[in-house]
Protein backbone atom coordinates (compact mmCIF):
# COMPACT_ATOMS: atom_id res chain seq x y z
CA UNK A 1 0.00 0.00 0.00
CA UNK A 2 1.26 3.20 -1.17
CA UNK A 3 1.31 5.59 1.72
CA UNK A 4 1.82 8.61 -0.05
CA UNK A 5 0.31 9.13 -3.94
CA UNK A 6 2.38 12.10 -5.92
CA UNK A 7 0.86 13.37 -8.90
CA UNK A 8 1.45 14.15 -11.87
CA UNK A 9 4.53 11.99 -12.47
CA UNK A 10 5.93 14.64 -15.32
CA UNK A 11 5.20 17.96 -16.08
CA UNK A 12 5.96 20.66 -18.40
CA UNK A 13 5.66 24.06 -17.52
CA UNK A 14 6.58 26.98 -19.56
CA UNK A 15 8.50 30.28 -18.23
CA UNK A 16 7.05 32.50 -16.06
CA UNK A 17 4.28 29.87 -15.59
CA UNK A 18 3.02 28.44 -12.24
CA UNK A 19 3.71 24.47 -11.72
CA UNK A 20 1.68 22.62 -9.23
CA UNK A 21 2.34 19.08 -8.13
CA UNK A 22 -0.19 17.50 -5.72
CA UNK A 23 0.15 14.72 -3.04
CA UNK A 24 -2.39 12.74 -1.25
CA UNK A 25 -1.63 10.76 2.35
CA UNK A 26 -3.16 7.46 3.92
CA UNK A 27 -2.13 7.65 7.82
CA UNK A 28 -3.59 10.40 9.82
CA UNK A 29 -0.84 10.08 12.16
CA UNK A 30 1.75 11.95 9.62
CA UNK A 31 2.68 15.76 11.33
CA UNK A 32 5.50 16.48 9.28
CA UNK A 33 5.04 17.23 5.06
CA UNK A 34 8.60 18.07 3.41
CA UNK A 35 9.11 18.45 -0.14
CA UNK A 36 12.43 18.07 -1.94
CA UNK A 37 14.03 18.99 -5.33
CA UNK A 38 16.49 16.84 -6.85
CA UNK A 39 19.04 16.99 -9.78
CA UNK A 40 20.41 14.50 -12.17
CA UNK A 41 22.96 12.72 -9.70
CA UNK A 42 22.60 14.79 -6.85
CA UNK A 43 20.77 13.77 -3.20
CA UNK A 44 17.20 15.14 -2.51
CA UNK A 45 17.41 19.06 -1.30
CA UNK A 46 14.75 20.33 0.91
CA UNK A 47 13.02 23.10 -0.24
CA UNK A 48 10.04 23.78 2.15
CA UNK A 49 8.24 21.50 4.59
CA UNK A 50 4.75 22.11 6.23
CA UNK A 51 3.17 20.75 9.45
CA UNK A 52 -0.97 20.11 9.72
CA UNK A 53 -1.34 23.09 11.79
CA UNK A 54 -1.06 25.77 9.08
CA UNK A 55 -2.95 25.79 5.89
CA UNK A 56 -0.19 27.21 3.74
CA UNK A 57 3.49 28.47 3.83
CA UNK A 58 5.55 30.21 1.70
CA UNK A 59 9.31 30.66 1.11
CA UNK A 60 9.96 33.06 -2.18
CA UNK A 61 8.66 31.44 -5.09
CA UNK A 62 7.36 28.14 -3.56
CA UNK A 63 4.54 27.56 -1.41
CA UNK A 64 2.53 24.49 0.31
CA UNK A 65 -0.99 24.43 0.58
CA UNK A 66 -2.12 21.33 3.22
CA UNK A 67 -5.60 20.73 3.41
CA UNK A 68 -5.83 18.09 6.78
CA UNK A 69 -9.74 16.73 5.96
CA UNK A 70 -8.68 15.64 2.48
CA UNK A 71 -4.96 14.60 3.55
CA UNK A 72 -3.89 16.35 0.63
CA UNK A 73 -0.87 19.14 0.17
CA UNK A 74 0.25 20.33 -2.93
CA UNK A 75 3.58 22.40 -4.08
CA UNK A 76 3.24 25.63 -6.10
CA UNK A 77 6.07 27.31 -8.08
CA UNK A 78 5.43 30.86 -9.28
CA UNK A 79 7.43 32.29 -11.87
CA UNK A 80 8.55 28.78 -13.09
CA UNK A 81 12.20 29.16 -14.47
CA UNK A 82 14.24 26.44 -16.65
CA UNK A 83 16.85 26.28 -13.38
CA UNK A 84 14.02 24.60 -11.83
CA UNK A 85 13.99 21.39 -13.97
CA UNK A 86 14.48 19.24 -11.94
CA UNK A 87 12.74 16.57 -9.95
CA UNK A 88 10.24 16.60 -6.73
CA UNK A 89 9.06 14.53 -4.00
CA UNK A 90 6.75 14.79 -1.31
CA UNK A 91 6.99 13.11 1.88
CA UNK A 92 5.50 12.20 4.75
CA UNK A 93 6.72 11.39 8.67
CA UNK A 94 4.96 10.60 11.83
CA UNK A 95 6.35 11.78 15.36
CA UNK A 96 9.58 12.00 16.95
CA UNK A 97 11.25 8.95 14.70
CA UNK A 98 10.92 10.95 11.10
CA UNK A 99 11.85 8.66 8.97
CA UNK A 100 10.86 9.69 5.65
CA UNK A 101 7.99 7.93 3.46
CA UNK A 102 8.19 9.50 0.17
CA UNK A 103 6.06 9.75 -3.18
CA UNK A 104 7.04 8.46 -6.30
CA UNK A 105 8.31 12.01 -7.68
CA UNK A 106 7.36 14.30 -10.48
CA UNK A 107 9.32 15.61 -13.31
CA UNK A 108 9.31 18.86 -13.89
CA UNK A 109 10.49 20.37 -16.98
CA UNK A 110 10.53 24.46 -17.12
CA UNK A 111 10.65 25.72 -21.19
CA UNK A 112 12.25 28.80 -21.87
CA UNK B 1 29.62 24.15 7.57
CA UNK B 2 30.12 20.76 5.78
CA UNK B 3 27.03 19.28 4.19
CA UNK B 4 26.68 15.15 4.54
CA UNK B 5 29.29 13.50 3.11
CA UNK B 6 29.37 10.14 1.55
CA UNK B 7 31.84 8.15 0.04
CA UNK B 8 32.61 6.50 -2.19
CA UNK B 9 30.27 8.32 -4.68
CA UNK B 10 30.54 5.69 -6.89
CA UNK B 11 31.30 1.67 -6.34
CA UNK B 12 31.72 -0.89 -8.82
CA UNK B 13 31.08 -4.27 -7.08
CA UNK B 14 31.06 -8.23 -8.39
CA UNK B 15 28.27 -10.60 -7.35
CA UNK B 16 28.65 -11.98 -4.03
CA UNK B 17 31.56 -9.31 -3.25
CA UNK B 18 30.94 -7.08 -0.04
CA UNK B 19 29.62 -3.01 -0.32
CA UNK B 20 30.20 -0.80 1.85
CA UNK B 21 29.18 2.75 2.30
CA UNK B 22 30.01 5.45 4.85
CA UNK B 23 28.30 8.58 5.51
CA UNK B 24 29.32 11.46 7.69
CA UNK B 25 26.48 13.45 9.34
CA UNK B 26 26.50 17.20 9.48
CA UNK B 27 28.77 19.11 11.98
CA UNK B 28 26.36 18.44 15.43
CA UNK B 29 23.46 15.95 13.88
CA UNK B 30 23.62 12.95 16.05
CA UNK B 31 20.76 10.91 13.76
CA UNK B 32 21.48 9.05 10.22
CA UNK B 33 19.00 7.78 8.21
CA UNK B 34 19.68 5.30 5.13
CA UNK B 35 17.69 5.49 2.05
CA UNK B 36 17.60 3.31 -0.87
CA UNK B 37 16.79 4.81 -4.33
CA UNK B 38 16.14 2.70 -7.65
CA UNK B 39 15.97 4.38 -10.99
CA UNK B 40 12.80 6.28 -11.56
CA UNK B 41 11.66 5.85 -7.64
CA UNK B 42 11.27 7.37 -4.80
CA UNK B 43 13.23 7.17 -1.87
CA UNK B 44 12.72 4.18 0.07
CA UNK B 45 13.73 4.18 4.15
CA UNK B 46 16.09 1.80 4.88
CA UNK B 47 17.27 2.27 8.88
CA UNK B 48 17.67 4.89 10.95
CA UNK B 49 20.74 5.44 13.85
CA UNK B 50 21.85 7.43 16.74
CA UNK B 51 25.26 7.13 17.79
CA UNK B 52 25.86 3.51 19.04
CA UNK B 53 22.14 2.46 18.74
CA UNK B 54 19.77 1.11 15.91
CA UNK B 55 16.29 3.11 16.48
CA UNK B 56 14.54 1.80 13.11
CA UNK B 57 15.73 -0.86 10.83
CA UNK B 58 12.14 -1.92 9.67
CA UNK B 59 12.84 -0.80 6.36
CA UNK B 60 16.13 -3.04 5.90
CA UNK B 61 16.43 -6.24 4.27
CA UNK B 62 16.60 -9.32 7.05
CA UNK B 63 19.86 -10.86 5.31
CA UNK B 64 23.08 -9.31 3.49
CA UNK B 65 22.03 -5.60 4.90
CA UNK B 66 23.99 -4.20 8.34
CA UNK B 67 24.40 -1.19 9.67
CA UNK B 68 26.32 0.97 12.11
CA UNK B 69 27.15 4.17 13.87
CA UNK B 70 30.09 4.37 15.77
CA UNK B 71 31.09 6.55 18.71
CA UNK B 72 33.87 7.62 16.70
CA UNK B 73 33.85 7.89 12.90
CA UNK B 74 30.87 7.58 10.26
CA UNK B 75 28.03 5.73 9.94
CA UNK B 76 28.56 2.85 7.23
CA UNK B 77 26.12 0.38 5.51
CA UNK B 78 27.22 -2.85 4.80
CA UNK B 79 25.81 -5.50 2.25
CA UNK B 80 27.19 -8.67 2.26
CA UNK B 81 27.37 -10.97 -0.93
CA UNK B 82 26.05 -7.95 -3.05
CA UNK B 83 23.11 -9.43 -5.96
CA UNK B 84 22.80 -6.79 -9.16
CA UNK B 85 19.56 -6.26 -7.32
CA UNK B 86 21.15 -4.14 -4.77
CA UNK B 87 22.34 -1.72 -7.76
CA UNK B 88 20.62 1.94 -7.06
CA UNK B 89 21.89 4.83 -5.22
CA UNK B 90 21.74 5.06 -1.52
CA UNK B 91 21.92 8.01 0.05
CA UNK B 92 22.14 9.29 3.55
CA UNK B 93 20.21 11.43 5.72
CA UNK B 94 21.03 13.31 8.81
CA UNK B 95 19.13 15.40 11.41
CA UNK B 96 20.20 17.47 14.34
CA UNK B 97 17.77 16.26 16.85
CA UNK B 98 15.10 14.11 18.13
CA UNK B 99 11.60 15.84 17.33
CA UNK B 100 13.15 18.05 14.35
CA UNK B 101 12.18 16.19 11.42
CA UNK B 102 14.75 17.78 9.03
CA UNK B 103 16.46 15.84 7.26
CA UNK B 104 19.86 16.61 5.31
CA UNK B 105 20.77 14.31 2.22
CA UNK B 106 23.84 13.73 1.38
CA UNK B 107 25.37 13.18 -2.55
CA UNK B 108 24.48 9.70 -2.46
CA UNK B 109 26.43 6.46 -3.17
CA UNK B 110 26.13 4.55 -6.65
CA UNK B 111 26.23 0.89 -6.64
CA UNK B 112 26.62 -0.89 -9.70
CA UNK B 113 26.92 -4.61 -9.52
CA UNK B 114 28.19 -6.32 -11.74
Known amino acids: QQQVKQSPQSLIVQKGGISIINCAYE??????FPWYQQFPGKGPALLIAIRPDVSEKKEGRFTISFNKSAKQFSLHIMDSQPGDSATYFC???????????FGKGTKLSVKP | NAGVMQNPRHLVRRRGQEARLRCSPM?????VYWYRQLPEEGLKFMVYLQKENIIDESGMPKERFSAEFPKEGPSILRIQQVVRGDSAAYFC????????????FGPGTRLTVL
Open chain 1, 91 to 101: AASKGSQGNLI
Open chain 1, 27 to 32: NTAFDY
Open chain 2, 27 to 31: KGHSH
Open chain 2, 93 to 104: ASSPRTGNNEQF
